[in-house]
C-alpha cells in the first residue's frame, strides 16, 4: 500500500506479555533500501559472532551513560541517554551536541562548508569518497559504538563519490520549537538513533532477567553485530 507499520514490542515489566519465556529477547534486521527485513523472537546464529558493541540499557530500552563522542580529533562532551527508534530517518542530536558535530566533520580535509543554520539534514560541500569520511564514534560507559559515513550520509547514487555536495543523516533534536526538531523536555538530552543504523547492523534486543541474587541478575542489553 505504500504505507508505515508501527511495530510494538512493549516495554518495561508490561512487556513480558508478549513473550513466551521470561527471558525475552528479540532481534531486527532491515535492508538498505528499506524494502524488507526480519523481525524475530530469537538471534539468528548465523549473522552473528562476537557484538561490535553490548549496551546496558533499562527496562524501557533507553541507554545511559553516553558520555562523550568523537569525530577526529574532536571529543564533545554529551553526558546523555540515547534510544533507538525505528520511526526516525536521521540520528538526532541535542542541538548543541548537533552543532560540535557538524563543525568537527568540517575539520576533514575533502570537507567544506556546511549549512549550519539548517537542524535537518545539512548539506556539506564535499569532493571525495564518502567512505573515507570519518566515523561518528558514541562513547558509552566502556562500550564504544561506532558511526561510519556509510550510516551517516545520504547516498544518492550507486557509487560512492561526490564531487560537489552530500547531505548528512543527522538532525538537531531541543524542546524549544524554534530550533531543531521538537522532542518533549523528558527527551531533550537523548541521541536518537534512526533506522539508518538499524539498517545497517543487525541488532538484538535481550530483556535480561532477574534474580533473587542481585549478582545472578542480568540487565536488558542491546547488542550491534
Not at 561526490?162 to 531541543?174: T, V
Not at 533506522?195 to 535481550?206: C, G, K, N, R
Request: net charge negative.
Amino acid at each position: 500500500s505504500g504505507g508505515y507499520g508501527l511495530l510494538g514490542v512493549g516495554v518495561g515489566d508490561d512487556s513480558l506479555i508478549n513473550f513466551l519465556n521470561l527471558q525475552p529477547n528479540f532481534a531486527i534486521e532491515i535492508t538498505k533500501d528499506l524494502l524488507n527485513g526480519t523481525f524475530s523472537f530469537d538471534k539468528n546464529l548465523q549473522k552473528v559472532s562476537s557484538p561490535l558493541a553490548k549496551l546496558t540499557s533499562n527496562g524501557l530500552w533507553h541507554v545511559s551513560d553516553a558520555h562523550t563522542i568523537s569525530v577526529l580529533k574532536t571529543t564533545v562532551f554529551a553526558n546523555s541517554s540515547l534510544i533507538f527508534d525505528l520511526g526516525s530517518d536521521s540520528l538526532g542530536f541535542p542541538v548543541t551536541i548537533y552543532k560540535e558535530i557538524l563543525a568537527a566533520l568540517q575539520n576533514y580535509p575533502a570537507m567544506g562548508e556546511c549549512q549550519t543554520n539548517d537542524d535537518f539534514r545539512p548539506t556539506c560541500q564535499f569532493s571525495g569518497d564518502i567512505r573515507q569520511l570519518p566515523k561518528i564514534v558514541v562513547n558509552i560507559a566502556d562500550q564504544e559504538l561506532a558511526i561510519p559515513p556509510e550510516i551517516y550520509v545520504v547516498q544518492t547514487q550507486s557509487s560512492f563519490f561526490y564531487y560537489e555536495s552530500i547531505s548528512l543523516k543527522i538532525k538537531a533534536l531541543s524542546n524549544d520549537p524554534s530550533q531543531g526538531s521538537f522532542v518533549t523536555s523528558n527527551h531533550s538530552n537523548y541521541i536518537i538513533l534512526g533506522y539508518p543504523i538499524l539498517s545497517y547492523y543487525y541488532t538484538v534486543f535481550d530483556g535480561g532477567h532477574r534474580s533473587i541474587d542481585p549478582k545472578r541478575s542480568i540487565s536488558p542489553s542491546i547488542s550491534l553485530y
